[in-house]
Each structure stands twice: as structure tokens, then as C-alpha cells.
């Protein structure tokens, strides 16, 4: 089995494109949380917040003829993947082109307005807002077509189609894509464009955020005064590479990914199920041949949403006991769906080789009904760790865990 390294990472989120700006933002205490005014035609709909990424355009990077088939989520997926490819000293490298290259990318769904058309047809029997890329952008692995199809990559392609695990998964698969030997670099991540049906999904199940008013105190995750989740968007982009092909072109690697589990719940597409999950961390574990005391860091998914939350904590204590420094993302960015879990992966390396790790935002009484464990809070933490584990969970059970490794 091969060695797998990260050599790119790059990303598109509601505070900044660039770990120096994000950081930045989360010193000084601001989160990408905002009231969506344009929402307030919508009724039926509680929420009206979200955390959306401002004034994100590719209209003068792009041609026109390269963009016909992307929406904004594609969009997203391909800035991501260009500006990662750019850091990883391959954007205009052969091997892109070579066959032994692919990628294993995700989102939710494709671009939602592309769906009207169809919608027009089927109410009004009429197609005139229809066209020969309609279905290109509504389909659920437009993303990982539309990076395929710009970059030209000639190698597997893997969609990862899962709610809130796209991401994650997308870098689970290209990981294994990796190590079995079936490709030397694979373009890896998850992307969600925001939606008020993004929102209403959760809104009809009482699981949003409906402090409207203060869109700067929510969501909490982790915290007994939480009231539910906010959506988000954005894309991220990790570019995978077997360690030494890495090390013959002398690239610079950011960190290793050492272990990768996956595993469902089977019970109910919405409730979580603590042992189901606490097995995803322990599949990580053993495909790392590593024990739990090893991890020194969680990234967790933390939506903030009441089972959600109890669930997850439980799981994580399970496995790695109450000595666990947790933290999750969501708080800043709100929850970003198909793009979460590739989000928090690459920001967790980027702590992780500064030794520095932010707090939870919001999060000031953890509820008691969460297990034990050293959620941080408040502040940054200083830390100094070989090993963190990213974990994200799904609609429908999906449950996974990422362990990365500092070099």
C-alpha cells in the first residue's frame, strides 16, 4: 500500500479564499453569518439566515465557452480546484492529462435554478427556458464533471453525491484511489451553492436557526442554547498525491492522510446513531494502524442541531475518550453541505502546521446532554499534534473520518 500526501489545498468560503484572510476574520471574532434580506418574499420558510460567499464571480476569468455547462456550484468547484492545482505546482503539468489522474469530488445536488426549466415543462408544457446544458448543470455530479471536462483529466472519476459527507468522501475515495494504486494524483473535495431549498429542506424539519436578529450569535454548535443549524456555501479543493511521486518532483507537502473510514447507520435517514459513527472513527483508526491516544485534535461536524450534536459527542467520547480537544467550523462558516467536510479538512492542516487552533464560534455553555470532552471555546488553542481526525456525518446515516498526519 502506497503513501498518500496532500501537496494542494485551496478553497472558496464566507470569510475569504485564503487561510491568511479566513485567519484573520477569526481573530477578529467575525463569522460569514448574515440576514438574507432577499429571503423575506418567502414565506413558509423560519429562517432567514445563511452564510453566503459574497461577490463570487468567474465571468472575467473564464471564457464563456468554458462556463456554458457550469452553475455557481461548478463554478465554485473549479476556482477551488484551479487555485489548488496552482499550489501544488501542477495547474499546467502533462500528468493532469495523463491517465493517472482523476477526481473525486462532490456536492448535495447541482445548481437548483437549472431545475426551473425542467419544472416549466412538466406545470406549464412549455420548455422555453430549456437548453443543451440544463441537465449538465442540474445533475448531482456536475462538479466533478465540469473539473474533468476544464482540466481535462483523462482518469477515474468518482461522484460523491452525500449531503454532508460529498466532501469528505470525495477525499476518503481519492485517498484509497491512491494508496490501491489506481491513480498518482487525484483532484479531491466538495462544493455547495446556496439555495433558499437548501434551507427549507432543514426549516421542515424544525432543525434552523431562527435568531433572525442576530445572525452574529448563531448556530451554536455544541451548545445548550443552540436552536439549529444555518446553511452555507462554498467549495473546497485538496489535491492528493502518492508520497513519492510528490517527493520526485520535489513538491511541497502539506500533510499525509493516513487513515479513512466510512460506514452507515442503516436505521433513519435523519436521526443519528452514536455507535454507528463511534465505528466510522474506529475504521479510521485501524486502516491507520492507529491507536486513539495518537489523535491530538478533532475537527468535528458540530451542525449544531440538538441530535446531532449529542450524537456526535457521544461517538467521538466513545472512541477517543474525554480528553479529546474538539472543535467544529460551522460556527463561521454556518453549514456548507457537499463543501463542509473538504472546507475543514484543509483548514484543520492549515492549523495543524500553525500549532494553533480556533475555537468554536458561539459556543459558551456546552449542554450537559453532550459527552465529555475538551471542547474549545472561547479562545485559540495552542497545540502541538502529530495526528487530527475530520469528521463529518450525513442525511441518511453516512457516516466519515478522516485522519491526517503533520510532516
Not at 419544472?119 to 449538465?136: D, F, M, P, Q, V
Not at 502546521?353 to 468554536?360: A, D, H, L, V
Request: aromatic share 8%; hydrophobic share 40%; charged share 20%.
Amino acid at each position: 500500500m502506497r503513501r498518500v500526501v496532500v501537496t494542494g489545498m485551496a478553497g472558496v468560503t464566507a470569510l475569504g479564499e485564503d487561510w491568511p484572510t479566513i485567519r484573520a476574520n477569526f481573530a477578529a471574532g467575525r463569522t460569514g453569518v448574515r440576514f438574507m434580506e432577499e429571503w423575506t418574499r418567502f414565506t413558509g420558510v423560519n429562517t432567514r439566515l445563511a452564510a453566503p460567499v459574497s461577490g463570487f464571480s468567474v465571468a472575467h476569468r473564464y471564457a464563456r465557452k468554458k462556463t456554458r455547462t457550469m452553475g455557481r456550484v461548478s463554478q465554485m468547484a473549479v476556482y477551488a480546484t484551479e487555485r489548488a492545482l496552482d499550489n501544488a505546482g501542477l495547474l499546467d503539468d502533462p500528468v493532469i492529462r495523463g491517465g493517472r489522474t482523476g477526481a473525486a469530488y462532490g456536492s448535495s445536488f447541482g445548481s437548483p435554478d437549472s431545475v426551473l426549466g425542467f419544472y416549466e415543462l412538466k406545470k406549464e408544457g412549455t420548455s422555453r427556458h430549456l437548453n443543451a446544458t440544463s441537465y449538465i448543470q442540474m445533475m448531482s455530479h456536475t462538479a466533478v464533471v465540469n473539473i474533468g471536462l476544464f482540466f481535462g483529466v483523462t482518469g477515474r472519476i468518482i461522484p460523491t453525491s452525500s449531503a454532508c459527507t460529498s466532501g469528505s468522501q470525495g477525499i476518503g475515495y481519492a485517498y484509497e484511489s491512491i494508496r490501491w494504486g489506481k491513480a498518482d494524483v487525484m483532484i479531491a473535495g466538495g462544493a455547495e451553492e446556496l439555495d433558499i431549498t437548501d434551507s427549507a429542506v432543514f426549516d421542515t424539519l424544525y432543525a434552523t436557526s431562527t435568531k433572525n436578529d442576530r445572525p452574529e450569535a448563531t448556530p451554536r454548535p455544541y451548545d445548550r442554547d443552540r436552536d439549529g443549524l444555518v446553511i452555507g456555501e462554498g467549495a473546497g479543493t485538496l489535491i492528493l498525491e502518492e508520497y513519492e511521486h510528490a517527493r520526485a518532483r520535489g513538491a511541497r507537502i502539506h500533510a499525509e492522510i493516513v487513515g479513512f473510514g466510512c460506514n452507515s447507520d442503516g436505521n433513519h435517514v435523519t436521526q443519528p446513531q452514536a455507535e454507528t459513527m463511534a465505528g466510522a472513527l474506529r475504521l479510521a483508526l485501524d486502516d491507520a494502524a492507529l491507536a486513539a491516544d495518537a489523535v491530538g485534535f478533532v475537527s468535528g461536524h458540530g451542525t449544531a442541531t440538538e441530535w446531532g450534536d449529542i450524537a456526535e459527542s457521544k461517538a467521538t467520547n466513545q472512541v477517543l475518550g474525554g480528553r479529546a480537544p474538539i472543535h467544529s467550523l460551522k460556527g463561521h462558516f454556518g453549514h456548507s453541505l457537499g463543501a463542509c467536510g473538504a472546507i475543514e479538512a484543509w483548514l484543520a492542516i492549515e492549523m495543524m502546521r500553525e500549532g494553533r487552533f480556533w475555537p468554536t464560534a458561539n459556543l459558551t455553555n456546552v449542554d450537559e446532554r453532550c459527552a465529555e470532552l475538551d471542547y474549545v471555546m472561547g479562545e485559540a488553542r495552542q497545540l502541538d499534534t502529530e495526528y487530527l481526525m475530520s469528521n463529518n456525518f450525513a442525511f441518511g446515516g453516512i457516516n466519515t473520518s478522516i485522519l491526517l498526519r503533520r510532516l
